[in-house]
């Protein structure tokens, strides 16, 4: 008897990143499972498709649902389902005099994923590092180099880390600049929320030449942060067979 089709909802919008190679390569990991059929969005509107899904992943960039929608989402993963939010799905960007602020407008939302980011260092290679070696989702990927966005969150609940990094210092541009403590920076975590989880990655940073429009007409460097490590993908593939129940 064959088995039935796993129902995929991918989230992927938003400002400032290649969202068009980030939502290529996530399409392509989900194909390497035949049982799996994707809905793509562009944003968080259809929640009744939402709701008829099996499982939720999102790579988005300032990209904030209504009230009502960040309602449904958080009730969504309570019902029992898993969220798969990766990279600047928990940020909200608002460029002042001052620097770059994170204004924390959309509690229910940023609750719901367990963080909210509020600034990261210059792009530059940093470790990250292995917090829950025996948990099946890292176990084996071992400590990593990386050159992406090493993202300074507030968290926001009680968050099973299985991932970390560290940093102490500036990060320059943003409102909260300063770093002081030497706390473990989570990079990937589990939230549960009732019945279901939000499996948060931080990492995968990307951007092209036309993605800083229109504050940056062309933006100079063609960067893939994390995309360009096999560890990295390797974490997608389990992350993403975790959420489907494969």
Same mark, same amino acid.
């Given at each position: 008897?064959?088995?039935?089709?796993?129902?995929?909802?991918?989230?992927?919008?938003?400002?400032?990143?290649?969202?068009?190679?980030?939502?290529?390569?996530?399409?392509?990991?989900?194909?390497?499972?035949?049982?799996?059929?994707?809905?793509?969005?562009?944003?968080?509107?259809?929640?009744?498709?939402?709701?008829?899904?099996?499982?939720?992943?999102s790579y988005t960039c300032n990209l904030i649902p209504s009230e009502a929608e960040?309602? !449904? &989402?958080?009730?969504?993963?309570?019902?029992?389902?898993?969220? %798969?939010?990766?990279?600047? *799905?928990?940020? +909200?960007?608002?460029?002042?005099?001052?620097?770059?602020?994170?204004?924390?407008?959309?509690?229910?939302?940023?609750?719901?994923?367990?963080?909210?980011?509020?600034?990261?260092?210059?792009?530059?290679?940093?470790?990250?590092?292995?917090?829950?070696?025996?948990?099946?989702?890292?176990?084996?990927?071992?400590?990593?180099?990386?050159?992406?966005?090493?993202?300074?969150?507030? !968290? &926001?609940?009680?968050?099973?880390?299985?991932?970390?990094?560290? %940093?102490?210092?500036?990060? *320059?541009?943003? +409102?909260?600049a300063d770093w002081p403590d030497d706390e473990p920076r989570p990079v990937y975590?589990?939230?549960?929320?009732?019945?279901?989880?939000?499996?948060?990655?931080?990492?995968?940073?990307?951007?092209?030449?036309?993605?800083?429009?229109?504050?940056?007409?062309?933006?100079?460097?063609?960067?893939?942060?994390?995309?360009?490590?096999?560890?990295?993908?390797?974490?997608?593939?389990?992350?993403?067979?975790?959420?489907?129940?494969?």
């Open positions: 008897m064959s088995e039935p089709a796993i129902q995929a909802y991918l989230v992927a919008a938003g400002d400032f990143h290649d969202i068009d190679f980030a939502r290529l390569e996530l399409l392509k990991l989900l194909s390497e499972h035949e049982s799996v059929r994707t809905t793509v969005a562009s944003d968080y509107g259809d929640i009744e498709g939402i709701n008829a899904s099996d499982f939720l992943i960040q309602a !449904a &989402l958080k009730a969504y993963v309570e019902s029992g389902k898993k969220w %798969f939010a990766l990279h600047g *799905t928990n940020s +909200i960007l608002e460029f002042t005099d001052a620097g770059v602020a994170c204004p924390e407008t959309a509690p229910t939302f940023m609750e719901t994923l367990g963080s909210q980011f509020m600034a990261h260092p210059p792009i530059q290679p940093f470790t990250v590092k292995t917090t829950a070696p025996d948990h099946p989702l890292v176990k084996g990927v071992g400590e990593f180099e990386t050159d992406d966005e090493l993202y300074l969150c507030k !968290a &926001l609940a009680e968050l099973e880390v299985l991932l970390h990094t560290n %940093f102490t210092g500036e990060a *320059t541009g943003f +409102i909260h975590y589990i939230n549960r929320l009732g019945d279901g989880e939000v499996l948060y990655l931080n990492l995968g940073h990307c951007r092209g030449h036309y993605d800083m429009q229109p504050r940056v007409p062309y933006y100079p460097v063609i960067e893939k942060g994390s995309w360009e490590k096999p560890e990295y993908y390797e974490l997608l593939r389990r992350g993403l067979k975790y959420c489907a129940g494969i």
